[in-house]
């Protein structure tokens, strides 16, 4: 069992070795495209990058596949349209979470589009807008 506050190296070692090398192909790229102002955390379950206490990207080895957590696809529609025509219509997906068993089942090149196109800055405040918008939506704020 993984305990908190890990290395990325501790982390890769509790994986098994296939898992490693799609975990290691998908986070180095992630690791590669991140803008300025994102602080990277390694827990137990998960890898992530977030902005204050929001998260940016986050990668989880689950039971029977990965997945990549990209919040820009939630908070900026534009991001979502983006991936969506170019993610392969077998790609299990949700409105941020996308669960695959091979790096290559992502679309990588527009994955690391996604993950560079927003500062820390420009994120959080997408967030925030994101929030009013779902609050006022909602009619609780």
């Given at each position: 069992?993984?305990?908190?506050?890990?290395?990325?190296?501790?982390?890769?070692?509790?994986?098994?070795?296939?898992?490693?090398?799609?975990?290691e192909?998908?986070?180095?790229?992630?690791?590669?495209?991140?803008?300025?102002?994102?602080?990277?955390?390694?827990?137990?379950k998960?890898l992530?990058?977030?902005?204050?206490?929001?998260?940016?990207?986050?990668?989880?080895?689950?039971?029977?596949?990965?997945?990549?957590?990209?919040?820009?696809?939630?908070?900026?529609?534009?991001?979502?349209?983006?991936?969506?025509?170019?993610?392969?219509?077998?790609?299990?997906?949700?409105?941020?979470?996308?669960?695959?068993?091979?790096a290559?089942?992502?679309?990588?090149?527009?994955?690391?589009?996604?993950?560079?196109?927003?500062?820390?800055?420009?994120?959080?405040?997408?967030?925030?807008?994101?929030?009013?918008?779902?609050?006022?939506?909602?009619?609780?704020?």
């Amino acid at each position: 069992m993984m305990g908190n506050n890990l290395s990325y190296e501790q982390y890769l070692a509790e994986l098994p070795v296939g898992r490693r090398v799609e975990v290691e192909r998908v986070w180095g790229l992630v690791r590669e495209k991140m803008p300025a102002g994102y602080v990277e955390e390694i827990g137990a379950k998960f890898l992530s990058f977030k902005a204050g206490d929001d998260w940016y990207v986050a990668l989880a080895n689950q039971k029977n596949y990965i997945s990549l957590y990209l919040m820009p696809l939630y908070v900026f529609p534009e991001m979502k349209a983006k991936f969506d025509a170019a993610a392969s219509k077998k790609l299990k997906c949700g409105k941020s979470c996308i669960n695959f068993q091979r790096a290559e089942e992502l679309p990588l090149e527009v994955v690391g589009e996604i993950v560079g196109s927003q500062d820390a800055q420009a994120y959080a405040e997408g967030v925030r807008q994101t929030r009013c918008a779902d609050k006022a939506a909602t009619g609780k704020g």
